[in-house]
């Protein structure tokens, strides 16, 4: 029973943007990386993992930045964004958009689309 325990453990912990560490222990920087195929945003990963749903708390930094492509892409939290300053947000020149997480504990579903392309759709999770 107790390898059985010890190998649900390592699963949950093998996928860092689904198994990050809880809250309370001071603010963190996130780096997503938008990945792009056929002028549409094709995942978001952090460090080489999925980051489809990204788990983060409020004080941490998350910075989105597009995978080879020159385009400009935007974030539109449709129903709410967990930061403050509005729900759409534009890439800046250096093609990134970073935020200050600052909202309820649940889920945010966002979209990111590129300037005349394609849109994926996402979630950024607070932890309580």
């Not at 309370?24 to 780096?31: L, N």
């Not at 792009?36 to 930094?61: E, W």
């Not at 935007?74 to 600052?102: E, Q, R």
């Not at 990111?112 to 979630?123: A, F, H, R, S």
Request: contains cysteine.
């Amino acid at each position: 029973m107790a390898s059985v325990l010890f190998l649900a453990g390592a699963v949950l912990t093998d996928n860092p943007s689904q198994a990050q560490d809880a809250c309370g222990e001071g603010p963190r920087s996130y780096k997503l990386m938008i990945h792009v195929s056929d002028n549409k945003p094709t995942t978001v990963t952090h460090q080489g993992d999925d980051a489809s749903d990204f788990y983060v708390c409020n004080g941490d930094d998350v910075e989105w930045q597009l995978v080879g492509s020159g385009k400009q892409f935007w974030l539109d939290f449709i129903d709410g964004a967990p930061f403050s300053g509005g729900a759409k947000k534009n890439s800046n020149n250096n093609g990134k958009i970073s935020v200050v997480i600052d909202g309820s504990a649940e889920s945010y579903k966002y979209d990111i689309g590129l300037v005349d392309g394609g849109v994926l759709d996402p979630k950024i999770i607070i932890r309580d």
